[in-house]
């Protein structure tokens, strides 16, 4: 495939989203063709699967029905949008990829991480991203910034100690991928953060 495959990840209150907005411009102004996704959603019927997921009334929902619906969410959006525009030569940032359900449901829900790698080989085809970038945030940092927001969802109404596990997997995650994951600072000011993942990008691929 000719493109290029960038995934973000953080914990919730990272900031992901204005850092994934201002890579999207960066991009889009260098001349490239970029196609920015988020999980779950960005398909029809992956925005249905979202809406099930992050249901605040799904309290009931079982561990391996969020990690199989994610995984269906991925499957639609990796067959529908993100293997074609790679095709095509296209730059495509996604907003969290197989490395949250690792973290998120195989190591913070204990499902394991063999199983969440099993589901998601289904899903993907075997699809790796070429480079994510991991905003660290301290987890203190992101409950208070957890606790500025009015409304939660399902994922975020988590206890504070879930926000730990999802860290901690975070942490372990990225010492079994230290060459493909850059950690970059989220306390940083804003500029910085951009900065530190584009000077990333142009000195692997540009
Ligand atoms: P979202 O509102 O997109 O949160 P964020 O802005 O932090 O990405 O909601 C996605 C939630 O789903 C988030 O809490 C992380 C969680 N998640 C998983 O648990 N597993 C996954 O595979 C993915 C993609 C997300």
């Not at 992956?46 to 249901?55: F, H, S, T, V, Y």
């Not at 790679?86 to 394991?112: M, P, W």
């Amino acid at each position: 495939m000719s493109g290029l495959f960038i995934t973000m990840e953080g914990t919730d209150g990272a900031g992901k989203s204005t850092q994934l907005k201002l890579l999207n411009d960066y991009l889009k102004k260098k001349g490239f063709n970029v196609v920015l996704v988020r999980e779950p959603g960005s398909t029809n019927i992956g925005e249905k699967i979202r809406n099930i997921i992050l249901d605040i009334e799904n309290k009931e929902m079982n561990c391996m029905t969020e990690a199989l619906l994610y995984a269906a969410s991925r499957a639609q959006l990796v067959n529908q949008v993100i293997v074609p525009e790679l095709k095509k030569g296209s730059i495509v940032i996604c907003d969290r990829f197989v490395d949250s359900s690792i973290v998120y449901q195989g190591i913070a829900r204990n499902i394991g991480i063999d199983i969440i790698k099993k589901i998601n080989n289904i899903a993907t085809g075997g699809l790796i991203p070429d480079i994510t970038f991991f905003l660290d945030l301290a987890p203190d940092k992101a409950i208070e910034r957890k606790k500025e927001q009015k409304e939660l969802d399902r994922l975020e109404s988590e206890k504070d100690y879930f926000y730990k596990k999802v860290y901690e997997g975070y942490k372990i995650l990225i010492e079994q991928n230290s060459e493909r994951i850059k950690v970059i600072n989220a306390l940083q000011s804003i500029d910085k953060v951009h900065k530190n993942i584009i000077d990333n990008l142009e000195k692997m691929f540009f």
